[in-house]
């Protein structure tokens, strides 16, 4: 079965430091996506960044950056230099294709709040 | 249009009430979803719709009956409710991209606030 693991439930930061939420999951495909997605308090998820299976290459984006490592079923996401509205909480999620849907099976979640 | 809008926004019902949820989607996505999450849990599944036929449902109980009209707009009708129904109801909705149904990002609505008393 899916499983996602987001062992930080909350982090809080000051202003302009960078963050790191943490994710680890679990699955016995060998072809899958695995999201970042972003919750804040009006209560829309939105999405972040998306990696493959078989793509291990990270990236930076603006701000944000991720590192997927397959050896250690991980995928973490860092926001550099951290502003106040980036206070959510954000979801990590492993996604499969059943019956031509999607299936997100989302991480406990990590609440982060950063202080001005 | 980018956005999935769904209404109301917030919902208080009594246990012997009827109600309905609404949400809808112009960007063609031919995939909608019911997501149910409960205060501090992550989303969970309850019911997917491709092409306007239910393809999945993740065992959700008969008080909640979806319906797809067409393929903009997903209802989910609420009927004998328990205070544990009580939670945020996201509607999203996903295309068939190159990366295949589960390589696609969702869009999600603000969702529904419902309580139910």
């Known amino acids: 079965a899916q499983k996602v693991t987001q062992a930080q439930t909350e982090i809080s930061v000051v202003e302009k430091e960078d963050v790191t939420l943490d994710c680890v999951y679990e699955?016995?495909?060998?072809?899958?996506?695995l999201f970042w997605y972003k919750q804040p308090p009006s209560g829309e998820l939105v999405f972040l960044i998306r990696?493959?299976?078989?793509?291990?290459q990270n990236e930076i984006s603006g701000r944000y950056s991720w590192n997927f490592q397959k050896s250690t079923s991980s995928f973490n996401f860092t926001i550099t230099a951290s502003q106040v509205v980036d206070s959510a909480v954000y979801f990590c999620a492993l996604s499969e294709s059943i019956q031509g849907a999607q299936k997100l099976v989302f991480g406990q979640g990590t609440r982060l709040t950063i202080n001005p | 249009d980018t956005e999935v809008t769904q209404t109301p926004k917030h919902l208080v019902m009594g246990m012997t009430n009827k109600k309905s949820l609404k949400c809808e989607q112009h960007?063609?996505?031919?995939?909608m979803y019911w997501y149910k999450q409960k205060a501090k849990k992550p989303p969970e599944l309850m019911f997917v719709y491709s092409y306007e036929k239910l393809s999945i449902n993740e065992s959700v109980p008969s008080r909640f009956s979806p319906e797809c009209p067409n393929s903009s707009l997903l209802n989910l009708h609420l009927h004998a409710l328990q205070p544990e129904d009580s939670a945020l109801y996201l509607c999203a909705s996903t295309k068939r991209g190159q990366e295949g149904i589960s390589g696609t990002e969702a869009f999600f609505g603000q969702g529904t606030r419902l309580t139910v008393v």
């Open positions: 699955t016995r495909d060998t072809t899958y996506y």
């Open positions: 990696r493959n299976s078989f793509d291990e």
């Open positions: 960007m063609g996505h031919r995939a």
